[in-house]
């Protein structure tokens, strides 16, 4: 089979660019952000890339005081999960809102966080 | 399926130990043994759960490790890793085992040893159970995953930090009263409201420690099970799984996986909710155990937290949760804490809990959670 429409390293790629991109079902119409073989939907192997707005609104979220080894210096921090515009949810780590204005229904925007070459998902205010 | 019953447990001191993960399964296994007044020659397989036994003691092929040191080395064994539900999980598969009539006596057991490195280390090891592309890349910890659950639950059911509060109250309550509890001792709702916030709204006293020990049960086919002195009989024994990333689920205040897991256990054993007498269940966190009884149908979705806070969970309420005083009180050595739940419930049914005795428990049933709630176990237990 050919290589998936979207790999882990694709996304990334573009997530790095500051483009955040789904999958979409072109059997169902499914949308998912993670890339999967096939469709939890209707078990079609027909994804193409799609790119969304990168605009959602917090879920929940949490301030991180006790941290990992690796992330000891960032503490405090927060992390929430966005619904996207589009209606697909993802975790994303919140960047340049100050924690006491963080809320259930806060507007916010995708923005990556680039460490050396790693990229991770971020949403700073919308 | 042929009957399947647990005709012994051991369970080694919850807390700080000197000693590697195997010697302490292998303390409870040979406990376990001499309670099923069994001779280890008998034992046809060992069902071994352990989980960061890679980055706490460098150590892999834990299952013949902890075979060899039982000193029993030649049986097949195999470790089972499905995060914290793991000897629970490795529980189901020695059920089909002793059910299909491959084997008739089989041992099931887990370890872990966490204490002998610092906080932020185990905190980062725990973690390696969340999305390593996805979600440890933000920072995200376990209290973390159940802060966004618990924030959900807030937001959806008005929870309240006074009621997940009452969670830790009550089992530290029971805790109190089991010697084998890594914390012996009573809390109040105040200390748990002024600890110092993890990760918002959890705070430290709605979680639980980190824990060194060991757990074991014997299970054994209905002939066996038949000449032993008192066997408690699996009644179900149920897996379920979800997404494994916590942006994938819907609804972050519900638990599909356990109320997948539930539905599946109640069936194969025909009973509903409303026959449960006594449950251990997964409380890593105070909301852990909230969301836990409603999707075990214990509660309505929504009224876990009040169930908490008005005692209907307590020893002597109407459906006692957590008699051992839970993961919270009793300590959380995740690769034993499955085997361990499964030990209380069968102490509970044989009546032998002493100041922790639930009531003409019949009954029991025990639940436990893996990861970002992608794995749940359920199992039923019952007397006759």
């Known amino acids: 089979m050919a290589e998936p429409a979207l790999t882990l390293r694709h996304f990334f790629e573009r997530a790095r660019a500051g483009q955040l991109t789904a999958v979409r079902c072109r059997k169902c119409g499914e949308l998912a952000i993670p890339p999967r073989e096939l469709c939890p939907a209707c078990y079609e192997r027909a994804w193409e890339p799609v790119p969304l707005g990168g605009e959602g609104t917090i879920a929940s979220y949490t301030v991180i005081r006790v941290a990992p080894r690796a992330f000891m210096a960032d503490a405090p921090y927060a992390v929430a999960a966005v619904k996207l515009r589009e209606g697909v949810s993802i975790l994303g780590r919140i960047v340049d809102i100050p924690l006491e204005r963080l809320a259930v229904g806060l507007p916010v925007r995708f923005r990556p966080i680039i460490r050396d070459s790693q990229t991770a998902i971020g949403f700073g205010p919308a | ?384």
């Open chain 2, 1 to 384: 399926m042929r009957r399947v019953a647990v005709i012994g447990v051991g369970v080694t001191k919850f807390g700080k130990h000197d000693r590697t993960s195997s010697e302490l399964f292998a303390e409870a296994a040979a406990d376990a043994l001499a309670d099923a007044e069994i001779s280890a020659d008998r034992v046809q397989a060992l069902y071994y759960g352990n989980v960061v036994g890679s980055e706490t003691e460098h150590q892999l092929h834990t299952g013949p490790q902890a075979a060899s040191i039982l000193g029993i080395p030649a049986i097949p064994t195999t470790r089972f890793e499905s995060a914290c539900a793991s000897s629970h999980a490795a529980f189901r598969h020695a059920v089909m085992e002793v059910g299909a009539g491959v084997s008739d006596v089989v041992l099931v057991g887990g370890a872990e040893r966490v204490l002998n490195v610092l906080t932020p280390d185990s905190t980062e090891y725990f973690a390696y159970a969340s999305d390593a592309v996805w979600e440890q890349t933000l920072g995200l910890t376990f209290p973390g995953v159940f802060a966004l659950i618990a924030r959900a639950h807030m937001q959806k059911y008005g929870t309240t930090e006074e009621q997940m509060a009452a969670v830790a109250v009550k089992n530290h309550k029971h805790g109190a009263l089991n010697p084998k509890a890594q914390f012996q001792k009573e809390i109040t709702l105040e200390q748990v409201l002024k600890s110092a916030y993890v990760a918002d709204p959890l705070k430290l006293y709605d979680c639980c420690p980190f824990t060194d020990g060991g757990a074991a049960v014997v299970l054994a086919s209905e002939d066996v099970a038949r000449k032993s002195r008192r066997p408690v009989w699996v009644l179900a024994s149920a897996a379920a799984s979800d997404w494994m990333l916590l942006g994938d689920k819907r609804d972050l205040s519900r638990v599909p996986a356990t109320e997948r897991a539930a539905a599946l256990a109640y069936k194969q054993a025909g009973l509903a909710p409303t026959d449960v007498d006594v449950v251990e269940l997964h409380d890593c966190f105070t909301i852990a155990e909230i969301v836990a009884t409603e999707g075990l149908g214990l509660f309505e979705p929504g009224a876990g937290g009040r169930a908490a806070e008005k005692g209907m969970t307590s020893l002597g309420g109407r459906v006692p949760v957590n008699p051992s005083g839970g993961l919270k009180a009793k300590g959380h050595p995740i690769g034993a804490t499955g085997a361990a739940q499964i030990a209380e419930i069968v102490t509970q049914l044989r009546g032998d809990a002493g100041p922790r005795q639930v009531n003409r428990a019949r009954t029991g049933l025990t639940h436990t959670l893996g990861g970002n709630t992608a794995t749940v176990l359920v199992s039923l237990f019952g007397r006759g």
